[in-house]
């Protein structure tokens, strides 16, 4: 049995959500599989892969002067916001805190209901910012929180989300995100996640779109963001996101130790001295780029709770078949 043989049985029997994965190598194409009816034009909702593509915006943003620094407080984007009486830890938080998810928050379990319910997701996010945690300490937070990121680049570049996002990456890419989804109700959410072909961004009720989920994108569509992250920010010959804060984006800046991972600006850390790092969403929706083998891997999924690991699949059935593909 060759190697890929066994990529491919392992694939079909323990990752049997998977929509579609390509890997490049050196930039070139050098496997492509469609999965459960899929196909290269199916976009799927990619769920957390969504603060990856936030964070390059974050990024490029800074390199357009809208953005002074990371270390701006959240609270001097948002003036007219008003501060609790007594509550002093929000007012020290900052735009890294929220980048390598050190920010504190008021809620154990993240209010869903009060947050979809809510017309401004991003106020929504900034009254459960704070509380009686420690600013610095690691708290992923998969929905509530990384909305303020949106409100802050709708703030500093007085544009939405996804016009700026298609100026600066979508079309540079030729990646197609048409326009905004917002949901009327809960039934019309759920069926979103299940759908095989979904185009857009979801956004709250007042135009600002998502941070922390809620984008939908071909598998190539991700495989083009990662080439463009292992080729420091360049697109055919045009510097798209700046080469240092890929760099920055890309090394550890916090540490989660329930998945004994690091964690940069919005990018999963998997291995510092291979420089492997990953855009990794619910469901096994994943950018995976090897810097040293010059490897990018994207897997598109279909909604799943509790999907297995991919990382696995990646170190030890993916990267064996295609590490030495010239």
């Known amino acids: 049995m060759t190697l890929k043989t066994q990529m491919e049985r392992i694939i079909n029997k323990s990752y049997n959500n ?21 196909t290269a034009a199916s976009t799927l909702h990619v769920f ?10 974050i990024g490029i943003a800074i390199d357009k002067g809208h953005i002074k620094s ?17 509550e002093k830890t929000i007012q020290d938080v900052t735009l890294k805190d929220l980048l390598t998810m050190t920010a504190p928050y008021k809620y154990k379990a993240e209010p869903y ?21 420690k600013i610095g300490e690691f708290r992923y937070t998969p929905l509530i929180g990384p ?16 016009d700026f996002a298609t100026e600066y990456v979508f079309s540079p890419l030729g990646i197609n995100v048409p326009g905004n989804i917002v949901f009327r109700n809960e039934e019309e959410q759920l069926a979103w996640y299940k759908e095989k072909n979904v185009r857009g961004w979801v956004a709250d009720r007042n135009g600002v779109n998502t941070a922390g989920w809620g984008l939908s994108l071909t598998p190539m569509d991700m495989a083009k963001i990662g080439q463009l992250y292992l080729d420091g920010g360049v697109w055919k010959d045009r510097q798209m996101v700046p080469a240092w804060w890929i760099e920055e984006s890309t ?3 916090s540490r989660c130790n329930q998945y004994k991972l690091s964690y940069g600006y919005l990018w999963w850390i998997i291995d510092d001295k291979e420089h492997i790092y990953a855009a990794m969403g619910d469901g096994g929706n994943v950018i995976y780029v090897n810097a040293k083998k010059k490897m990018v891997v994207s897997i598109a999924s279909l909604s799943m709770p509790h ?15 295609f590490e030495n593909y010239i």
């Open 113 to 133: 209901t009060e947050y979809f319910t809510s017309d401004d997701w991003v106020k929504s996010a900034l009254d459960l910012l704070g509380g009686k945690g």
């Open 70 to 86: 990371i270390n701006q407080k959240v609270l001097d984007f948002f003036p007219d916001y008003t501060v609790k009486r007594g």
């Open 147 to 162: 909305d303020i990121l949106s409100g802050i680049l709708v703030k500093t570049t007085g544009r939405s989300v996804i």
């Open 251 to 253: 090394k550890e800046h």
């Open 18 to 38: 998977i929509g579609g994965i390509i890997v490049l190598k050196g930039g070139k194409t050098v496997y492509e599989n469609y999965l459960n009816d899929c």
């Open 307 to 321: 999907a297995k690991d991919r990382i696995k699949l990646m170190k030890e059935y993916i990267e064996p078949v």
């Open 48 to 57: 957390s892969v969504t603060k990856s593509i936030i964070s390059i915006l």
